[in-house]
């Protein structure tokens, strides 16, 4: 079981980066369309905080408010991997983002206790 998230690294306020997370091993292997997929991150001394999710074919996304409009998250279940588009970044984006995988069927979820499967994190540094 494992999710690998890269894509991390510095930019300047309003710039891009675009994150992926790919998803492998036995859990994964032939099911990753049954999971709803989530973005996470943490800043320094702050608590983890949901970022956005996606439903297993797609077709229902959610956003935190503070990214509504700026971020973009979508799926490749072909690929095994979840994606976030992220635009307009702010200082306030700094943070280690996290994908993880939510295996219960329904709508994408927000709270971090609904998720099973997690990433080792890549950095994100937004620079003023």
């Known amino acids: 079981v494992q999710l690998q998230a890269s894509g991390g690294g510095l930019v300047q306020t309003g710039g891009s980066l675009r994150l992926s997370c790919a998803a492998s091993?036995?859990?994964?292997?032939?099911?990753?369309?049954?999971?709803?997929m989530g973005w996470f991150r943490q800043a320094p001394g702050k608590e983890r905080e949901f970022v956005a999710a996606i439903s297993w074919n797609g077709a229902i996304t959610y956003y935190a408010d503070s990214v509504k409009g700026r971020f973009t998250i979508s799926r490749d279940n072909n690929k095994n991997a979840v994606d976030l588009q992220m635009n307009g970044l702010e200082p306030e984006d700094t943070a280690v983002y996290y994908c993880a995988a939510d295996r219960e069927p329904g709508p994408p979820r927000a709270g971090a206790p609904a998720y099973d499967y997690w990433g080792q994190g890549t950095q994100v540094t937004v620079s003023s």
């Open positions: 091993g036995r859990t994964f292997g032939r099911t990753f369309n049954w999971y709803a």
